[in-house]
């Protein structure tokens, strides 16, 4: 009797787990219509509205088609020039690229919400903080506030985005509490946000935070300062000849080498004009058209990622 | 008895009227310790700090000697690379060009005072205003906030201003109170501000508002729309034969025609990209220094008429 019993309970476990199994393997790609084992690619360059520099390659790469998804940053002064051209080209992948730092030292910006409703995100001279240290005390309200506002100058500007993503993964990175902000703008706007499970283990309270239906992209892949110059091309044709199943974005930071992009980041190398003209070349080049031919990697947008937002989210109306 | 007193009353109204006009005629210059019929002038480039292209060609016309003053505007992205060259400067007659506009259309700045304590400068996306309609309503409470606010942060990032001066002529065109805005703020921080007489029949306001102590400038020469790009070394040429003696401000707009300056002003022509490489080509030429040589024109900065203007003031303690 308490054998059967016992068994009952292992049995129920197996059924209940063999479901999760199944559960689990409905992948973000089959949901998209693709079948199991399809390599899918976002090619997304960030930072548009940043510099004009960076405006300008971006634009000619997404006009070339091999760069397809990129992310506005609202409130850097050339944000009305990325505006204008959003509003002319309604069909491309454009999203907000959040925006909470002004990062550079002889080109600076101020928040888009009067700087006194959000003081824990601005330096004496009303500017965003050029980084943040360890001691600074980021006001998780007024991030919000400041999300908002962002948000709401696209939408006035004529912008209809298609996600939210962080730049410089401050609302990813820095704890629940300014995650939760952006989960809570992106979903009154009714827009997914950029979050891939590779950042789960560092970070456990995305997952947490997320909800059944929030998108959750399956890998990530972004070239950092330890690539040396002459190893541009080799790193991103390794991560291509590499790439595992699922959906990954490419964050890549495509801009012009000139005159104003050098000036703009003159402090130091890292994302400044060289690495962004690097990008830019590898990314508009034959050779990474051509491989994703002969690696069969299919390119989607997050138009098709929110799409599938969308279906999930009918039924609460917009709040 | 009564022609003698009439007589009396004449030769006192011509005594006195004798005072003023010797009182008069100790011109500026003369105050200056030039002799009668002095030709002086101030070569004055604006704009500075409202994009790296007009920066970097200021610069360049400065260290070269023949433009010897010039502005900054505060609220402009790229103000922080000014601030830092004029911390390094500080023998550089450099002021700040009050800035309540930004007339761009594809670049564009906000305010540095928080955009709610100054809602009549600010439209619906919190930059400052396009352009002044006739019907807009400027309060100059709000103006005074948001000059204050401009040079607070001009000297919080190390800027020692000689001068302030007012970006598309604003705070000098728009009635008596937004100049006596700019007036009170002046005699706040000790300044001189930047005001010929050439002004005074189109807005007698600023004679009445103006203090004895008030600096006034004799003249300004500034090139406009009307002139065609083929004459532009004509006109200038013409101005500097044609000079009067006194002090004369030449406000200039020197910047590059490169990438950058195209795409910020690319709307229109006027005091656009080639219009600014066309005041940089005049006034750095050879062919400048050399009629300022032969039209006996001596230039001056207003670091020498600071120090007139604080002689008059040294009384009144910083406020």
């Not at 693709?34 to 090619?43: A, H, M």
């Not at 995650?179 to 499970?197: E, N, W």
Request: some cysteine; overall charge negative; glycine content about 4%.
């Amino acid at each position: 009797m308490v054998l059967a019993y016992i068994l009952r309970i292992l049995l129920t476990i197996s059924l209940v787990s063999s479901f999760a199994v199944v559960a689990r393997t409905q992948t973000l790609a089959e949901r998209l219509g693709y079948p199991v084992g399809s390599k899918l690619i976002i090619v997304h360059a960030d930072d548009l509205g940043e510099t004009h520099a960076v405006d300008a390659a971006a634009i000619k790469a997404l006009e070339s088609g091999s760069v397809n998804s990129a992310s506005l940053m609202v409130p850097c002064p050339w944000f009305p020039e990325m505006a204008d051209y959003a509003k002319s080209h309604p069909d491309l992948d454009l999203g907000l690229h959040l925006t909470l730092t002004s990062e550079r030292v002889y080109y600076r910006w101020p928040p888009v919400a009067p700087s006194d409703r959000v003081a824990s995100l601005v330096d004496a001279n009303g500017y965003f903080h050029h980084d943040w240290d360890a001691h600074q005390q980021i006001d998780a309200g007024e991030v919000e506030t400041e999300l908002r506002a962002q948000v709401e100058r696209a939408l006035r500007m004529g912008v209809r985005p298609t996600h939210l993503d962080s730049h410089q993964y401050r609302l990813i990175m820095n704890g629940r509490d300014l995650f939760d902000a952006m989960l809570r703008v992106a979903h009154h706007y009714q827009l997914p946000v950029f979050v891939t499970a590779d950042w789960f283990v560092a970070h456990p309270y995305l997952q947490s935070s997320l909800g059944s239906g929030d998108i959750v992209l399956d890998h990530t892949v972004t070239i950092g300062p330890d690539v040396a110059a002459q190893k541009w091309a080799d790193f991103y044709r390794e991560a291509l000849k590499n790439l595992k199943p699922g959906v990954t974005e490419f964050v890549i930071h495509p801009g012009y080498d000139d005159e104003e992009e050098r000036a703009a980041t003159r402090e130091r190398a890292t994302w400044g004009a060289a690495w962004r003209q690097r990008d830019y070349d590898f990314f508009t080049s034959q050779q990474f058209r051509d491989m994703l031919v002969r690696e069969n990697i299919k390119p989607i947008t997050w138009r098709e990622l929110t799409e599938l937002w969308k279906a999930h989210h009918s039924s609460a109306p917009p709040q």
